[in-house]
């Protein structure tokens, strides 16, 4: 059974700090996705990470992927209030049809002036 | 293009009512899926679908049923309503042919409160 693991579930950070969340997973697969989700909306894609070393930069957001290692993490750098949010990473077990993710339990963001 | 939507918003329910949950998509994709999210436990798989009359099982199906007769649709029904079925329910859409980086798009959600 595939697991996803985030952690940490919290974080509690000031602005212009920089923090990584990491996502480890049990078994083999080489396309991996974050997710933001702000309060009482639905899921935004930020990041699809298809293949061993994979990176990905948008804004203060930094995603990577070492499949080796099961492990993806996304770098946050110097964060501003507007990050604030809940993150998810989710791994495909559709065989790269992405049909089928196993999410994480989410790490909720929150950016303090 | 409205891309992935629901119906309704929000609902409440008895214990032992049936309903169901409305989805639809008009970006012509080939899959799609339900989620439920409860508090601390991420997103959870209910049932997918990879085309116009096949279905199959998630993570967590119990209590649940689903058919997909078009493309367009995707409908969630609740055979009879429990409490541990309170929660927000997502629909998601992907396509098959978008290449590799394929991005599994969400609905707005579902909040449903069985009683």
């Known amino acids: 059974e595939l697991k996803v693991e985030q952690n940490p579930l919290f974080l509690s950070m000031q602005e212009g700090k920089n923090y990584t969340i990491y996502c480890n997973y049990s078994?083999?697969?080489?396309?991996l996705y974050w997710y933001r989700q702000d309060p009482g909306k639905s899921l935004e894609s930020l990041f699809v990470?298809?293949?061993?070393?994979a990176v990905k930069q948008e804004g203060r957001l930094m995603a990577s992927l070492d499949t080796k290692a099961r492990l993806s993490t996304l770098h946050i750098t110097a964060a501003v209030h507007d990050l604030s949010a809940t993150y998810f990473c989710?791994?495909?077990?559709?065989?790269?049809?992405?049909?089928?993710?196993?999410f994480g339990k989410g790490t909720l963001l929150t950016v303090n002036p | 293009n409205a891309g992935v939507t629901q119906t309704p918003k929000f609902q409440v329910l008895k214990t032992g009512q049936s309903m169901t949950l409305q989805c639809a998509q008009d970006?012509?994709?080939?899959?799609m899926s339900w989620y439920r999210q409860d508090p601390g436990m991420g997103l959870r798989l209910i049932h997918y679908?990879?085309?116009?009359?096949?279905?199959d099982q998630g993570e967590v199906p119990n209590g649940y049923n689903v058919s997909r007769s078009t493309t367009e649709d995707f409908p969630l029904r609740l055979l009879s309503a429990a409490p541990s079925q309170t929660s927000v329910y997502f629909c998601?859409?992907?396509?098959?042919?978008?290449?590799?980086?394929?991005?599994?798009?969400f609905g707005p959600g579902t909040r449903l409160t069985v009683l």
């Open positions: 990470l298809l293949s061993n070393g």
């Open positions: 970006m012509n994709h080939e899959y």
């Open positions: 998601a859409s992907s396509s098959r042919t978008s290449g590799r980086a394929r991005v599994m798009f």
């Open positions: 989710a791994v495909d077990r559709s065989g790269g049809s992405n049909y089928k993710l196993t």
């Open positions: 078994t083999t697969s080489d396309r």
């Open positions: 679908s990879v085309g116009a009359g096949i279905t």
